[in-house]
């Protein structure tokens, strides 16, 4: 008997780009994607939420400043709050952070330059409903494309994640001039993931890379036993 | 009620933005250090005296206009 699919939510902002993407790319590792628009108060009935790459609601003020407000937002708010999966990437991981469900922030490149390109990340931990399909010092190659990627928490902040282990990714060589070279990071609970990079882009070797379906495959499979559970 | 309020990249925290600025007034002959970027965000409230104003107006700092992790601010209420 196949295994049923986990329903993963992705929402849609007014400026989201990579909405499309995520849904694809959820699909290709055998998720039920469902897409979610941000006027909806209420999530359908889902074992995860993704919230995708862009400029929500132009970014103005700050990125993520206006989307943290959104009836989507505070119904993912409460959803992680109840121990949902919730996948930040890239605006998706600023819209969180503004949220407070991520410590830090995520402030302009210090080259001042949009960054596109592929980068090496490195695996930090294996143990999160995100990485599970990972190993621990792994590299995985996966396309960043920001320009406000510089994640950036003060010292004591950084001291106290390094110590619960919450920094999850770090890239293998200088990117976007983040505080120790921080690409992702979880809440304490490790229920709630943010990253900067984009692995719905890279979940086909015809894309340049596999490795985000690694992560996004993680998340998938941890929905999945969730909803049995629930089952 | 006219507030004017003053958003500005904390003490300590890279500016790359102030960076680019200083090393333009540079190139056009000017000596300046210590540059940084901020924001201005002016606007009206109704129906409320200054003291009200002003604890509104914090309330927003506090909620949006301004990222405790990064950004300090300065509230200014005109008559």
């Not at chain 1, 990071?185 to 709630?192: K, Q």
């Amino acid at each position: 008997m196949a295994s049923p699919q986990p329903r993963v939510g992705v929402v849609t902002y007014p400026g989201s780009q990579d909405d499309r993407d995520a849904l694809w790319a959820l699909a290709a590792v055998d998720a039920e994607a469902v897409p979610v628009w941000h006027e909806e108060t209420e999530l359908p009935d889902l074992d995860a939420v993704v919230l995708p790459g862009g400029f929500s609601y132009g970014d103005y003020l700050r990125c993520g400043a206006i989307a943290r407000f959104s009836p989507a937002t505070t119904a993912v708010c409460e959803f992680a709050a109840s121990g949902g999966l919730v996948l930040g990437i890239c605006n998706g991981f600023q819209v969180l952070c503004e949220a407070g469900l991520l410590p830090g922030v995520l402030l302009r490149n210090a080259s001042l330059r949009f960054v596109c390109r592929d980068v090496p990340l490195v695996v930090e931990r294996d143990d999160l409903p995100f990485t599970s399909r990972c190993t621990t010092g792994q590299t995985l190659v996966i396309p960043v494309k920001h320009g406000d990627g510089r994640w950036f928490a003060p010292p004591e902040l950084v001291r106290e994640l390094e110590t619960n282990r919450q920094i999850v990714l770090r890239y293998g060589e200088p990117c976007n001039g983040s505080v120790g070279d921080v690409a992702g990071v979880c809440n304490l609970d490790g229920n709630v993931m943010g990253l900067m990079p984009h692995p719905e882009h890279a979940v086909d070797p015809l894309l340049g890379s596999a490795d985000g379906a690694l992560l996004l495959a993680s998340l998938v499979e941890a929905a999945r036993t969730r909803a049995l559970s629930v089952v | 009620m006219r507030a004017t309020v003053v958003v500005r990249p904390k003490q300590g925290i890279l500016d790359p933005q102030g960076q680019a600025v200083e090393s333009a007034l540079e190139h056009l002959g000017f000596s300046v250090s210590d540059a940084r970027v901020g924001k201005v965000v002016d606007l009206t409230i109704d129906g409320v005296d200054a003291d009200e104003a002003r604890v509104q107006v914090e309330r927003m700092c506090e909620q949006l206009l301004a990222n405790p992790l990064m950004e300090s601010y300065e509230v200014e209420v005109h008559g």
